[in-house]
């Protein structure tokens, strides 16, 4: 007979993009308000660890995973101590002490103030030193195509954008979290409540939406809700479709420096138990589907009645799996479409 569930798992995605961060600033201004400015990567990193310690005080069951995302890649930061006798990469590279990490700080800028985020807990550690090594890797990763010979001014306005691996990163959740289903059901305990929470500024990277909406209804296969929390200006259609289909929320916060106030409102508590008590839900959701030609969001397209691919134009044949429409379906499809927007137009 199956015990008790004990506590839920949460996953901690975490948006370590140079280029957002470095666009938004790593310090709060002074002269600023603080609930209107922009987001600073302290204060986003202390209202996170601050929500982390928040939702492990709610139930003593309740464990919490750490994931960084970035354009050059994703890294598992923090796990419950136990989960597993293996020790991750990130793990052998982040041995550095907290009072050896207040060195170097102090080193790289004398001026800078000392952080505010306490206390010295393992969670708050090992995530400071994932991020601190995921920015390392995102700054890498910009400086090696700057130094190609590449000319970041002369690219179109949607290149310069940062490029967040958000469907890589909730592929590796997912396998995390469907490792973590399994290895509780082999030892008895019913299976426990798991989310993912997005923390992104980055906007929507159209060539990732086959990818996302696969790695999205995986998670609704296997009962993870998905919640995300934009940091940032940018709105993500791709992770409001994602709360939408697996039950979560999908927030964009309207005062930036009130990160932790959005989260323990909104996301602190379970999906479960957030219609007992009244929190901000969402919105809006754009449902649109991105074509396969261009990956943009389209209002009206053209579906391959094989593999159902969808087109912003017609074609002759499916670019996804071969298929060779008829003669005329493309011209057909065409007139009719043009004749429907002049009567809209018209009347």
């Known amino acids: 007979m199956d015990s008790e569930p004990s506590?839920?798992?949460?996953?901690?995605?975490?948006?370590?993009?140079?280029?957002?961060?470095?666009?938004?600033?790593?310090?709060?201004k002074a002269a600023s308000t603080p609930l209107n400015s922009p987001l600073s990567l302290d204060t986003a990193l202390e209202h996170t660890i601050e929500f982390v310690h928040a939702y492990q005080l709610l139930d003593a069951g309740n464990k919490v995973v750490a994931m960084t995302m970035s354009d050059a890649g994703v890294d598992l930061v923090y796990e419950p101590p136990g989960a597993w006798n293996t020790t991750t990469l990130e793990e052998q590279q982040y041995q550095k002490t907290p009072d050896a990490l207040l060195h170097e700080d102090e080193a790289a800028d004398p001026k800078r103030p000392p952080s505010k985020i306490s206390p010295h807990t393992p969670f708050h550690d090992q995530f400071l030193r994932g991020v601190q090594h995921a920015l390392a890797l995102s700054v890498q990763r910009h400086e090696k195509l700057v130094a190609s010979g590449l000319d970041w001014n002369q690219l179109p306005p949607s290149e310069r954008k940062p490029k967040l691996l958000l469907a890589a990163a909730l592929t590796r959740a997912l396998c995390y979290a469907n490792r973590w289903q399994t290895d509780v059901t082999n030892v008895g305990v019913v299976r426990p409540s798991i989310r993912i929470l997005v923390?992104?500024?980055c906007p929507d990277t159209p060539p990732q939406y086959i990818s996302m909406m696969n790695a999205v209804f995986a998670a609704k296969d296997i009962g993870v809700v998905i919640d995300a929390c934009m940091m940032g200006t940018d709105d993500s259609p791709f992770l409001q479709q994602a709360a939408y289909v697996t039950g979560g929320v999908c927030h964009k916060m309207r005062f930036p420096g009130a990160l932790y106030q959005h989260l323990s409102t909104t996301f602190l508590l379970e999906p479960s138990q957030r219609q007992a008590i009244r929190s901000l839900g969402q919105d809006r959701v754009d449902l649109r589907a991105a074509c396969f030609c261009h990956k943009r969001p389209v209002d009206e397209g053209y579906v391959c009645s094989v593999c159902l691919s969808i087109f912003c134009t017609p074609r002759a044949t499916c670019g996804t799996c071969g298929v060779?429409?008829?003669a005329n379906a493309a011209t057909t499809a065409a007139k009719k479409s043009s004749k429907e927007k002049d009567h809209d137009g018209g009347g």
């Open 7 to 28: 506590g839920s798992l949460l996953i901690v995605l975490f948006d370590c993009t140079q280029l957002y961060w470095g666009a938004v600033g790593v310090e709060q």
């Open 199 to 201: 923390l992104a500024g």
């Open 324 to 326: 060779a429409f008829p």
